[in-house]
């Protein structure tokens, strides 16, 4: 096939799908990484698409039906920044010395157990970044899940186990959000908050406004599950008003300045 043909097969699978790593485009196409480097490479200079880490993204706003995909962890960690570091300052302020509080996997859950890190707390996490960053640095009380390591969507998770942790508080994040709740795509991170959701007293989601444009296959909680949803100032008002509408608790962060 040639070079053309290759980058033409690449943008058309990215028409069904946010995101391809280089590793699955090695085994579809039967090329080298490093050929599949240069082609996205090629196709990130000609605008189609974008070059991230690990592989290649369709570019921001594209959607299906209308409606924006979840993106895998990898990438989704280096999208919104600023705003997940707001939300988490939130979350953060939510906590008490002596609370014992699950903190789930994701980028924006993770930026909280940074900032809870020298806390003294009790935390529980399943999420396998989190735990390697807080054995490393703060001295919070930590209990890591015990079970077998996912490293997509990076978790450690134990389908016969029970969590041995009761908390006051779960902080979780979200592919997407909607009318239905929260919405996760990995059957595996449904299975991981419908768990851990038995296992506190209060469920407070962290998603930056994106997550409202973005479909994922699965409801994992419904919005009656959700205590407070801490998000940015991007949220519509119609949103906020179906949000409140079903009694959620709504918070927002400033990401043009301090954290109110």
Partial sequence: MSDS?????????????????????????????????RDIDRIDEA?????????ISALDGASHAGVAYARPYDENRDLAVEAKRQIAAIAATMVRDGDAVI??????????????????????????????????????SLTVAGGELHREPGIIHSLTQA???????????????????????HPLL???????????????????????????????LPLSRIGTLITDDGLSDADARMLEDAGVMLRIASTSGAVP
């Fill in 103 to 140: 903190v789930h996997g994701g980028s924006t859950c993770f930026h909280l157990g940074v900032k809870l890190a020298e806390r003294n707390i009790r935390l529980y996490t399943n999420s396998m970044p989190l735990a390697a960053y807080l054995s490393d640095h703060g001295h919070c």
């Fill in 47 to 55: 605008g189609e698409a974008r070059k991230v880490y690990g592989g």
């Fill in 190 to 220: 449904v299975r991981s908050i419908v768990d851990l959701s038995l296992c506190a007293d209060q469920i407070v989601v962290l998603a930056d406004s994106r997550k409202l444009s973005i479909h994922a296959r699965n409801v994992a």
């Fill in 163 to 185: 969590t041995p942790f009761y908390a006051s508080k779960f902080f979780l994040g979200a592919q997407g959000l909607n009318q239905e709740g929260v919405l996760e795509s």
């Fill in 5 to 37: 043909g290759r980058q033409r097969q690449i943008v058309e699978l990215l028409r069904d799908r946010p995101f391809a790593s280089v590793r699955e485009l090695q085994e579809r196409l039967g090329v080298s990484a490093a050929t599949v480097r």
